[in-house]
């Protein structure tokens, strides 16, 4: 990295945290801490909601996966326009109708404090976990690029983001997030542009298109009834949709950004607008990993993009033989440009050449090869190193093909969506354990004062939990699945109990809670025995499925434990559908 690098890396962060600590500064009670006096604008609903989804995870880990893989992950948002409507339609009215400060309030008035305690309990470990991961994203970079210890790196992440949260508290969040929107968007389109520019003279985007689907990254769409696919159509459209549906309506880091709306309808415009933008969003992010596909076909690239697995194994006595498959794969992409550039001669000729389009597969084929031994000598030099290089890719090429300046500014980008996923993260927690778990449960009456205190300390604290979380934190498959991983092992049971809440007026407290108890001890049995004891990716069950089957069972469950074991409970019920 050059001075100037450096120098808007610096710059952009500073201001974002000293703009929103300076911005937002003096809550005077509970309500404005943790809603914003329900002063925040359609429009900047609509951008927090995708701030916050949109982590650094994201920006990492999305390109990368479209770089090995393709763009069928794309499938994996399908259900979210769908999610969109029906919490429009049906949780934001009801919140803002009781007035909610969090979701898991309305759970108490329809069922009963056991069930709205578990909700909340379930949000916190899971919200927890997920807010480590996104101080833990950017933190790899940054310790991968300046050689620095990642523990600090992740301290100095979370400390940042817990100044300007700690200080404003939602109003804070929305505020940066409006920034963080622009400094993001901004740099991925340059980015783009840039990839194009890079590729050789000769080849159109429609060319680029062309090789990139000759080497299976254009399969969008799948249809297949394989439950091994992670990523299908019907996975997508079924377990994408109960995933956004709980993320969206009943995760407390999504339900508090439009919470904080001025009206029903001006939160209603902001999830119809994160609906509409989502997926295009998402698909563009992909698009830029498969254009820095098609330009490592026409320049030098590593065997493992993950520089630490260099590292371990020019320090081991495996490095000659790690050096000969180095070299094979640089013949190796010598041929493929020949005939990727026979390919694109072709292709201005209008004739898609299938003998050539083999040729490119035969050679891909031979690459995969190369990079599975590569794997098996980074594992032998070190037994303890993540093979697994997605999340590196997009790293590789910002930090080795970037010009001056830009590196600072895509740096930016990472960190920024980190700061903004991990803010709402830990305003989320903090109004949780202050409203959810601390307020309710405490006997004596206290001030206004007391619990805007108690709900900044509990960000304080989450703040803190995250960091240690970071800390600990290692490569799953790669960072936006394990994100994902965790929020479908906990959303289904969570979402079922707000489904029998709103849509199952004859269902009462104890047959809720116990179906969610039983669904969500399920849940971890089917993770166990499914996904988890499968590292190689060779799951019987996409992680995706955990959330259908955790909402169907909680409700499922609900429905007869409620027609036998508790079928003489009545209760009052508060609202329903």
Not at 324 to 345: P, R
Not at 346 to 372: F, G, H, I, M, S
Not at 410 to 420: D, G, P, Q
Request: hydrophobic share 45%.
């Amino acid at each position: 990295m050059q001075l100037f690098d450096w120098i808007v890396l610096i710059v952009t962060l500073l201001f974002i945290v000293i703009y929103g600590a300076w911005k937002t500064r003096g809550s005077k009670n509970v309500e404005d801490y943790i809603l914003g006096n329900n002063e925040t604008p359609w429009f900047t609903v609509g951008l927090s909601v995708m701030a916050t989804q949109a982590s650094a995870i994201t920006f990492l880990s999305t390109p990368g996966q479209a770089y090995h893989d393709g763009m069928g992950f794309v499938q994996f948002y399908f259900g979210l326009p769908i999610a969109m409507v029906i919490i429009c339609v049906t949780f934001i009215p009801i919140y803002h109708k009781y007035k909610v400060y969090t979701a898991y309030e309305y759970l108490e008035k329809r069922f009963d404090l056991k069930t709205r305690s578990l909700a909340a309990i379930l949000f916190l470990v899971q919200r927890g976990l997920g807010t480590g991961i996104t101080i833990y994203a950017p933190s790899i970079i940054l310790s991968a690029l300046l050689g620095w210890n990642l523990t600090y790196m992740n301290i100095i992440i979370g400390i940042l983001v817990i100044i300007y949260t700690f200080t404003g508290g939602t109003k804070a969040v929305n505020v940066t997030q409006k920034q963080q929107m622009f400094v993001i968007l901004s740099g991925m389109v340059i980015t783009f542009f840039l990839i194009l520019h890079y590729l050789p003279n000769e080849m159109t985007f429609d060319n680029a298109l062309h090789i990139a689907g000759a080497n299976g990254k254009m399969d969008i769409v799948n249809f297949s009834f394989d439950l091994n696919e992670k990523y299908t159509f019907w996975s997508g459209i079924t377990g994408g949709f109960f995933l956004a549906l709980a993320y969206f309506g009943t995760d407390q880091s999504q339900v508090g950004r439009y919470l904080s709306g001025k009206s029903v309808k001006e939160s209603q415009m902001g999830l119809i607008m994160n609906g509409l933008l989502k997926v295009p969003m998402q698909f563009f992010i992909l698009l830029i990993g498969v254009m820095v596909f098609v330009f490592f076909l026409f320049n030098p690239v590593p065997l493992n993009f993950n520089p630490n697995n260099k590292i371990s194994v020019d320090n081991s006595i495996y490095k000659k033989e790690y050096q000969s498959l180095q070299n094979d794969l640089n013949k190796l992409s010598e041929d493929e440009k020949v005939i990727n550039l026979l390919y694109i001669d072709q292709l201005n000729q209008d004739y898609d050449n299938p003998t050539l389009r083999k040729e490119l597969v035969e050679l891909a084929n031979k690459e995969k090869d190369l990079r599975a031994q590569a794997r098996e000598i980074i594992k032998k030099a070190d037994s303890n190193s993540e093979t697994n290089d997605k999340d590196y890719v997009f790293f590789y090429f910002i930090l080795h093909y970037l010009p001056k300046g830009l590196i600072g500014l895509l740096l930016a980008v990472i960190i920024s969506a980190a700061m903004s996923s991990t803010a709402s993260g830990l305003n989320a927690l903090a109004s949780t354990t202050a409203i959810d778990i601390y307020k309710r449960n405490i006997k004596e009456e206290k001030s206004e004062k007391h619990f805007l205190n108690a709900t900044k300390l509990f960000t304080l604290m989450w703040g803190i939990i995250a960091i240690f979380f970071a800390c600990i934190a290692t490569l799953f498959e790669n960072l936006i699945q394990l994100v994902n991983i965790i929020g479908s092992i906990f959303y289904g049971t969570v979402l079922g109990i707000f489904l029998v809440g709103f849509y199952f007026k004859k269902i009462h407290s104890k047959a809720i809670f116990n179906s969610a108890i039983i669904s969500q001890t399920t849940i971890f049995i089917i993770y166990y025995f499914a996904i988890f004891i499968y590292p190689s990716g060779e799951e019987k069950l996409g992680y995706l499925w955990l959330n259908f089957i955790g909402g169907v069972l909680t409700i499922t469950l609900s429905i007869l434990l409620q027609k036998t074991i508790f079928r003489k409970q009545k209760e009052e019920i508060v609202d329903s559908i």
